[in-house]
């Protein structure tokens, strides 16, 4: 019959893997496609068993997977995004991509012929392109994110972030009664700085600082620019004790670390601010704002100080 | 609009179709887990896609939502939602009879949908003397994304559909699994005319 | 002879395919109950020689209402005509009592076979 001839030579003319199995695994029909690919001919494979063939098939996976097409006769699919792929073939793009076999989309469907022994058709698709581009664009999302999340300058947290970052802990210390605390500090007299050494001057100061007060924090301190030449640190399941330390280490670290910009040294001091979470705190803003007030008092002290919100030291 | 809508009969009628379907689906799927299924009556609603989006937002979490399409004869075709509890995850691939380690949980997800979606929709296909292909099930949401996320990118191309819905419960492994089936708007008209015609035959 | 007859399910299509299936002697009178519970009421007011049970129903099941009659001792011939068709539930259904189990849909043959075998024809 001719629709039969037309269906053969489709089947190998098809950019598609076909290969049907009987119920003991044997395969019965290998398409053009496979013997390029698997570069094996049709004489060596029909009538020998699957996993002779392709001995890196998961047999049990496998059969389990088979087991199920020909029990609830309904067809069953592996993608690559689960699997990349199940018989190791070689790809169209070896120069292209880092893949090493081709990522391949397989579908197992169900063959009911009249008067015949029950068979699976195996499509294997090529999507090696699909995979390769799918990782880059997740690679691209995850670098995007990330970058929505630093502040550029300093490669600290930026203000939105660090925020975000303040409400969840805020919260989670609210609903655990851990403690929480918040060093909020502010480099003096940056205004003449930049006055005197130029933005480009300004910069390295902060990017400096950053560098050294990111190395005094433990792990799950969270450091961000809050704005200007003012940066703020959320220190979880900290009470002001430990604030405190902190706080007192990092205003030493400022007065002591030394910039070199364009052979000159510059020497900076900043005011440092710390509060503690109270029960009368009941939005992360108020916490804020009591940091905020204490470094307003450090300023007001005369600058190269740490003070501590008032109505702590009160209680 | 109101010829979308289905009349008490024809409500009737792709209920009992539902039902009958249902029934197979878990007799074969208690077979092939070695389990029982516990049935309930499915309901049947039409729904607009802001009220699809809120059900899918109330189900942020859902530990897994999969979707896969169907299409047979008539113009009959919809895609159909797979949604799990968090809790439940780590007892599928006791369920699969898997071993733990031999597939991520992604996998045995998807692979339960699959065979969920594809065993009610086969002897729902057979009683309307149709048959169902299907497209590869795809996770929409997982531990790493909320479906929201997912979602909130997309305008939907219908403002009405066709919802079903179907809950499975594992008895042995306290399991639970909601499937949505979405006939979308046009498709629906072509629902009708099948329920017609066997509606007819009483 | 003439048998009182209830055909209990919560689809209208499948009460009528029921009703479509009964010879005439016993589809003529038969009463009809739209979940377990109103046939319960009913099975409690009167006596009915032969009920068609559902299992999957909104209010009562079907397994709620073959417990209910065993408990209250009412016992007519119970044909549980249901889509839910695992072998659990067919034995569950036996053991409370239950004649036969038939799969929806229902079909004729089957159905007067069932009844022949009790002596309802």
């Known amino acids: ?315 | 609009m109101s010829d979308l809508n289905l009349n008490e009969d024809q409500q009737d009628c792709l209920q009992e179709i539902i039902n009958v379907a249902m029934g197979q689906a878990s007799d074969q799927l208690a077979r092939y887990l070695n389990t029982f299924v516990y049935l309930k009556v499915p309901s049947i609603e039409q729904v607009s896609t802001i009220s699809l989006l809120n059900m899918l937002n109330s189900n942020e979490n859902s530990a897994a939502v999969v979707s896969q399409g169907f299409f047979g004869y008539e113009g009959i075709r919809g895609e159909a939602l797979l949604m799990y509890k968090p809790k439940d995850s780590d007892r599928l691939a006791d369920l699969l009879g898997y071993e733990p380690d031999e597939l991520s949980v992604e996998e045995q997800i998807i692979d339960l949908s699959s065979i969920l979606t594809t065993t009610f929709l086969n002897v729902f296909a057979k009683q309307i003397d149709n048959q169902m292909s299907y497209s590869a099930p795809r996770l929409l949401a997982g531990s790493q994304s909320a479906i929201s996320d997912h979602l909130a990118q997309q305008s939907f191309n219908w403002d009405l559909a066709l919802k079903v819905k179907i809950t499975y419960q594992v008895t042995d492994y306290s399991f639970n699994c909601d499937m949505v089936l979405f006939i979308p708007e046009s498709a629906i008209i072509n629902i009708k005319t099948v329920i017609d015609r066997i509606l007819e035959e009483f | ?121």
């Open chain 1, 1 to 315: 019959m001719p629709a039969d001839d037309f269906c053969t030579d489709i089947a190998n003319k098809l950019n598609t893997g076909i290969l049907i199995i009987d119920s003991q695994y044997n395969i019965v029909l290998w398409n053009r496609y496979l013997e390029v690919h698997a570069n094996k001919k049709p004489e060596n494979v029909i009538g020998q068993n699957i996993f002779e063939i392709f001995p890196e098939l998961p047999e049990k996976w496998f059969k389990r997977k088979i087991e199920s097409v020909f029990q609830l006769k309904t067809q069953s699919f592996c993608s690559w995004e689960q699997r990349h792929h199940l018989f190791e073939l070689p790809h169209t793009r070896p120069m292209t991509t880092d893949s090493h076999f081709m990522a391949q989309n397989c579908s197992f469907l169900p063959l009911e012929i009249k008067d015949n022994n029950e068979h699976v058709c195996i499509l294997i698709e090529d999507v090696t392109d699909v995979c390769h581009y799918q990782s880059k664009l997740k690679k691209t999302l995850e670098e995007l994110a990330q970058a929505n999340r630093i502040d550029g300058l300093t490669q600290v947290f930026n203000r939105k972030h660090w925020e975000e970052c303040l409400e969840k802990e805020f919260s989670r210390a609210r609903r655990y009664k851990h403690g929480l605390a918040l060093i909020m500090f502010d480099l003096d007299h940056f205004k003449l700085l930049n006055d005197t050494y130029g933005h480009l001057g300004g910069d390295i100061v902060l990017i400096e600082t950053a560098k050294v007060i990111s190395k005094l924090l433990r792990l799950g301190d969270l450091f961000g620019r809050y704005g200007g030449e003012e940066f703020a640190i959320i220190l979880p399941n900290t009470d002001m004790v430990g604030a405190l330390d902190v706080a007192e280490r990092i205003r030493v670290a400022i007065s002591k670390n030394i910039i070199n910009f364009q052979e000159t040294e510059i020497k900076v001091t900043a005011s440092v601010g710390v509060a503690v979470i109270t029960e009368a705190d009941t939005r992360y803003e108020d916490l804020i704002s009591h940091t905020d007030l204490a470094l307003y008092d450090a300023k007001a002290s005369g600058r190269n100080i740490v003070c501590v919100a008032k109505d702590v030291t009160a209680a």
């Open chain 3, 1 to 121: 002879m003439s048998f009182s007859v209830l055909v209990c399910d919560d689809s209208n299509m499948a009460r009528k395919q029921v009703l479509r299936s009964l010879p005439e002697h016993l589809s003529a009178n038969a009463q009809l109950a739209t979940n377990g519970q109103e046939a319960v009421e009913l099975l409690r007011s009167q006596a009915f020689d032969i009920l068609f049970l559902d299992l999957t129903m909104p209010v009562l099941d079907g397994l709620g209402v073959l417990q209910t009659l065993k408990d209250e001792n009412i016992t007519p011939a119970i044909f549980v005509i249901s889509a839910d068709i695992q072998p659990e539930m067919q034995s569950k259904v036996l053991e409370l009592g239950a004649k036969a189990f038939l799969r929806k849909p229902v079909e004729l043959e089957v159905l007067n076979t069932n009844l022949r075998n009790h002596g309802f024809l």
